[in-house]
């Protein structure tokens, strides 16, 4: 049931679908007054964006989506074309800042109130009148260059001095600019430059069909594609109403947890290297190889991607397949285990990652955290604990939860979610349901807004869809990176500055899925 | 003996001349640049799934350097960019610095199909279609993400004769 607070405020309606979702327009007076009382009930913001509706209902549109105790709550603000402004989140949700500038960017829809207006996403390579998500957005004066100065929130200090890295960084790693301001080793402050991933992709979901759809948002950040493929699917068959067949959903929950395995062995094993320990990157990038491999001889490629798609999955696994999967799980947590005990026990690791890159559980609710940081800094939230869904509500997933906050902690979670999604995967794989793969969808004439919600490796992913005749008119990727990347700035406050890769490598957030 | 260990590893005394090396025929060859090859990588805007797979060559069932390949921190010491993504335009001046960097001979490799020609990510206002159109590319391998073996492949054709290029 919805909280009788906010149903004071405006006319909730629960939409149908697998995630539980309460929907309401409200008035900008209230917009604020709603964000409250959802925080007061210990409530996060998941999401905020805008939407051009001029040729329907003559307005643009803000959207947020919360996470209440019953569910989603998903708001929308009218706003008429000639105000272009509403009222800032940022007093209440801290992570609201970047979402508002960046709509801005996009949409031209100012937040009053958010005391940075700096842009975020846009860096000149379109005029500052232009808004890509508008419908009548022209890209016959794009430019070619340069990136527009941009004011850096610098304190300068006689002693201190600068450090700017990015966005080409040295390692193999996604594009970001970074402004340190250090005093002797010492990291005094650190600020994020994002934008440079930005591909557009809002935009170019407009107009698209599902299945080209579905495959682009696999592609929003490659190593979450089954999480954002789920989270599409999942929106397209809210808005078309139909049920997936039992065996097609634990099959995408098989998928879902063998990507948190693979990412989670990866990132162990870059946190060891960038902690000077070759040994872990070379042991777990040799786990993680055989486990794609097997990705690619019993899923059909390597990352996953295009294997979940609106209406089911794009494979089966044979008998065969079943027992493999089952043994080389039972051979994985061996090897993970000794591992574990040969990390923790290593006393150079353990003078690099205790007590480095700190986020205390206070700020961490303060921001709103979640996901693998979140739950390294106590921040209890897993979707598919307090929101399972098909086949989650018969698995009973074990949360994995950390008090301590710092790369140590955020190590030990991903060793607990390996072992716990290897326990899926054998429950997956001992009770998988007989029956179709896949239903057959038609959605030619359909229309309607969709919601997709899942708990990716990072975090949880969001995905706010718009079909118009079985048509993408707007579609909204949420990547749990928004909210975890301001999270990072203040981990590495007086830390020094070869502590930041090893922090940043903790953290392993999205590039692409941020910049869009 | 002596003479023997001359022949295989081409020995000689102080003050003598130096025998012209052979130039070596086979072209794919990392030995064409004479010298193990050094790699610069710029993410261009990729997904990150290419990274995914060009991190996977330096583990151990790949062994990059074994097979003369380094991934490089530093454009200097590169000879060659191995590009991901369609090239967005917020990515352009960077790349185009990092390729400035490099010295002469270099080559160019488009990883991944949105490198290629822009992928799924193709007619958006914010990317260039692929990296052909803001540099030369000498070497294209397809693929969302191409596998660590096509990856090798790429990169032996790219460290080929040299000398035809005009660099």
């Known amino acids: 049931m919805l909280s009788p607070r906010l149903h004071a405020l405006g006319t909730f309606h629960r939409q149908a679908g697998a995630v539980t979702v309460w929907s309401g327009k409200l008035h900008p007076d209230q917009w604020i007054i709603a964000a409250q009382i959802i925080q007061d009930q210990g409530g996060r913001l998941l999401a905020l964006w805008g939407e051009d509706q001029l040729d329907e209902t003559t307005e643009y549109r803000v959207y947020a989506a919360f996470l209440s105790e019953s ?36 949409l031209g829809l100012r937040a009053i109130g958010n005391n940075d207006q700096r842009a975020w996403l846009r860096h000149g390579s379109w005029a500052e009148h232009q808004f890509p998500l508008r419908k009548d957005f022209c890209t016959n004066d794009l430019s070619e260059d340069e990136e527009s100065h941009y004011p850096f929130h610098t304190q300068k200090s006689p002693e201190g001095h600068e450090i700017p890295v990015g966005p080409v960084h040295a390692g193999i790693i996604e594009p970001g600019h970074f402004l340190f301001q250090v005093l002797g080793e010492e990291i005094l402050r650190m600020e994020e430059r994002f934008g440079y991933a930005h591909k557009g992709i809002e935009r170019l979901f407009q107009g698209q069909e599902v299945v080209a759809g579905g495959r682009l948002a696999g592609r929003v950040s490659g190593d979450n594609t089954v999480a954002y493929a789920w989270a599409f699917a999942q929106a397209v068959e809210q808005i078309a109403q139909v049920v997936v067949p039992e065996r097609a959903q634990w099959l995408r929950a098989l998928c879902l947890e063998r990507e948190r395995i693979a990412n989670h062995l990866g990132d162990l094993g870059a946190i060891g290297n960038d902690a000077g320990l070759a040994f872990a990157l070379t042991q777990f990038q040799s786990l993680k190889e055989d486990w794609l491999r097997d990705h690619l001889r019993y899923f059909g490629h390597r990352y996953l991607m295009d294997r979940v798609r609106p209406g089911g999955v794009a494979f089966d696994l044979e008998p065969e397949a079943v027992t493999t999967l089952r043994q080389s799980g039972q051979l994985l947590q061996e090897h993970v285990d000794r591992l574990q005990v040969i990390l923790s026990e290593h006393g150079g690791l353990r003078d690099r990652v205790v007590n480095t890159g700190i986020i205390s559980a206070e700020r961490a609710a303060h921001q709103g955290l979640m996901g693998v940081v979140g739950r390294a800094s106590n921040q209890p939230w897993d979707l598919r604990v307090q929101f399972p869904s098909c086949p989650y509500d018969q698995l009973n997933v074990r949360l994995a939860q950390s008090t301590d906050g710092d790369v140590a902690a955020r190590m030990s979670i991903r060793f607990m979610e390996i072992a716990e999604s290897l326990r899926l995967q054998k429950e997956i794989l001992d009770h998988l349901p007989e029956g179709h793969i896949e239903i057959g969808l038609d959605i030619e004439s359909v229309s309607g807004t969709g919601i997709g919600w899942v708990e990716g490796w990072r975090g949880e992913v969001v995905m706010w869809l718009r079909l118009n005749h079985g048509h993408i008119s707007r579609c909204h990727p949420h990547d749990p990176s928004w909210t975890l990347w301001p999270a990072l700035e203040e981990a590495v406050l007086q830390d020094i500055v070869a502590d930041f890769p090893l922090i940043n490598k903790s953290f392993n957030l999205s590039y692409s899925g941020h910049d869009l | 003996m002596y003479r023997i260990l001359q022949e295989a590893w081409r020995l000689g005394k102080v003050g003598e001349s130096l025998s012209p090396v052979e130039r070596r025929s086979v072209t794919n060859a990392p030995g064409f640049f004479h010298h193990s090859i050094c790699i610069r990588h710029v993410d261009a805007g990729s997904c990150n799934g290419c990274e995914q797979e060009l991190q996977a060559l330096n583990g151990p069932h790949y062994s990059l350097e074994q097979s003369g390949f380094r991934f490089t921190a530093s454009p200097r010491h590169a000879d060659v960019l191995t590009v991901t993504g369609p090239v967005t335009r917020h990515m352009r001046r960077a790349l185009l610095e990092t390729h400035d960097a490099m010295a002469a001979p270099k080559r160019v490799i488009a990883v991944g199909d949105c490198a290629c020609s822009g992928g799924v990510f193709r007619g958006s206002y914010a990317v260039r279609d692929g990296v052909a159109a803001v540099l030369p590319v000498d070497v294209f391998i397809p693929g969302c993400p191409p596998d660590p073996n096509a990856l090798l492949h790429g990169l032996q054709q790219a460290s080929g004769d040299i000398d035809s290029k005009k660099d």
């Open chain 1, 71 to 106: 569910g989603i709550v998903l708001t929308y603000l009218s706003i008429e074309p000639h105000l272009l402004e509403f009222p800032t989140l940022t007093d209440i949700f801290p992570a609201a800042q970047r979402m508002e500038r960046a709509l801005y960017d996009l």
